[in-house]
C-alpha cells in the first residue's frame, strides 16, 4: 500500500544538538493527542553492539513508545568509516535515493512519521541523503534543532531556512542557559517570527540530560569495578581531577555535586575527600588498589570505584567525550525529556502547521 501519511523531519544544524531526545519527547506529545505515528532513522549512526544492522536509537526509541513493527521506518544506510570507504573507492554505487523511496513511499508508516535527520545540514551527502535531499525524495516538512551557544545561534538558522525553504516549518532551540532564557524570548523568538521561522520551543540547559551514568564510564574508560557493582545506574553530571592538596580538594569538591573524581590509585587523602562529598563514583588511574578501609567506607557510601589502567590525562579525556555524546537511554532521563516537552513545546501549533484538525488526528 503506497505511504499516504506525513514525514516531519528531525534536523538540527550541529551535531549531538538532542535530535534524538527531541524525537523522542515529541513522539509522546503526539501519541497523547491520540497521533498514529511511526519512526525511523534514515541515516544510522550509532550501531548496536550486538547487532550491527540495528540502531541503538531506532530501537531504543520504539521500545519506548511501543510502536508496532509496521510503524518503523527502516534505516537506509548505516554512515559509518566501511560505508564511506567503499563509496569513496567506487565500490558502492548504489542509488541511495531510489532505496529511500522504495522503503518509505511504497509502505504505510503512519499518519505521521517523525524521521531523526543527519547530524547536521550536510551530512550525508556522500550518499545523496543529505537533510535536504531525503526532505525532497519524500517530501517532508522539517524542523530544525540548534543548540544554544550565544544569540549567534540565529545565523546557521537562517542559513538552513534559505537552503531548505518552505519545507522548514518550525525550529527549537536547545540547551538555553536559565539566566538566558527570557533573552530568547525577547530577541530571538520575535526576529525568527518576522522571518516566517516559528519558533516551535525553547528547551533550557539540563545537567541531568547532559548527565552520563556510571556504567556508561565502566564501558568507556574499560574500567575495574571494585565495588559497589550494584550501583552502576548512578548518574554522573560533573567530572572533577583531584591532582590539588587535600585542602583545595576538599574546597573544590564541595562546590560540585553528583561528579565523578578522578585521582591517582595512591592519593588516598583525595580518595577519602571525595567520598565525604556529592561523588557519584570515583575513578582511580595507574591501576593501583586503594586501601581496604577506602573500598569499605565507599561500600558503605553506595559509591562504585573504578579502577584504569590509563593516566589522568587519558582518562578525563575519554570521560569530557562521553559527556559530549551522551545517550537518552536511561529512564530518568525519559522522564525529564517528557516534562521538559510538555513545557517548553508547542505542540498544538506543530499539529496545525502540519494541516492535522483536530479530528483527522484520530486512530
Known sequence: MPHSGKYLLIGSTEAYSGKSATVLGLSYLLQEKQLDIG?????????????????EDVEFITNSLKLPEERIAPTVITL????????LRGEDKTNYQQALAQKY??????????L????????????DLSLLQVSQVINATVILLARYHSLAAIEPLLAAKQLLGERLIGVVINDVPEKELSLVESTIRPFLEKQSVPLLGVLPQSDLLRSVSVRELVQQLHADVLCCHERLDLMVESLAIGAMNVNSAVKYFRKRRNMAVVTGGDRVEIQQAALETSTQCLILTGKLPPPQFILSRAEELEIPILSVDLDTLTTVEIVDHTFGQVKVHEPVKVKYIRHVMAENFDVERLIQLL?????????
Open 39 to 55: 519512526y525511523g532513522k534514515p541515516l544510522g549512526t550509532c550501531l548496536n553492539a550486538t547487532n550491527d544492522m540495528i540502531d
Open 116 to 127: 531523526e535527520g543527519p547530524g547536521n545540514l550536510t551530512e550525508g551527502g556522500l550518499f
Open 80 to 87: 559509518d568509516e566501511a560505508s564511506v570507504e567503499k563509496r
Open 355 to 363: 494541516g492535522f484538525s483536530p479530528a483527522s488526528t484520530l486512530f
Open 105 to 114: 513511499l511504497e509502505n504505510s508508516l503512519g499518519k505521521l512519521v517523525l
